[in-house]
């Protein structure tokens, strides 16, 4: 077996991986709208009526993509992903999960200021205080559409508190 082979994901797997997260998907989508009442009342249909179509949709889908490619495969041995493919998905990927954990932790004006920054600063190449001033703008812009102009809080952290903004 050669190198790349050893470090690589074959497209039949990932197409089965996805097939699974999808049919999983569907499914949560189901059981959420069950909970909400999948039925007709007197006034017409109850909020998780439709919704519940839409996921028994998702999972048919998801099984016939699962069907096809467990059974009537035509692209064997063909290579989805090998390392070198590998390194700037996880240059996309990473900084995307660091954000979330930022942002459940300081919130989402701090985590979205860091992303910018610091994407701005490693991916896009520019000075750390064009990035910085970036960042801030478009985290106060956010700030004035969310909170002031529509009027929807959103996820504020520690830092927001110390600075009286909520």
């Known amino acids: 077996m050669a190198e790349s082979e ?4 074959s497209r039949k797997t990932m197409e089965i991986v996805t097939a699974l997260l999808t049919a999983g998907a569907g499914l949560a989508i189901c059981f959420g709208s069950w909970r909400s009442g999948i039925g007709w009342a007197e006034t017409g249909p109850e909020a998780g009526y439709f919704p ?13 993509t699962l069907l096809r490619t467990m059974f009537f495969y035509r692209h064997e041995g063909e290579i989805f992903l090998d390392i070198e493919k590998a390194r700037p998905v996880l240059g996309f990927f990473l900084p995307l999960v660091a954000f979330t954990v930022v942002s459940l932790l ?10 910018i ?15 910085a001033l970036a960042a801030l703008a478009v985290t106060g812009l956010f700030y004035l559409i969310f909170e002031i102009g529509f ?14 903004i909520y």
Request: with cysteine; charged share 5%; proline share 4%.
């Open 52 to 64: 519940f179509y839409v996921g028994v949709l998702i999972i048919l889908g998801s099984l016939v």
């Open 117 to 131: 920054c610091g994407a701005m600063m490693w991916q896009g190449g520019y000075r750390w205080w064009i990035s």
């Open 151 to 164: 009027q929807v809080p959103l996820l504020k952290g520690p830092i927001e508190g110390w600075l009286g």
């Open 6 to 9: 050893k470090q690589s994901v």
């Open 106 to 115: 300081l919130g989402l004006y701090v985590g979205t200021a860091l992303y």
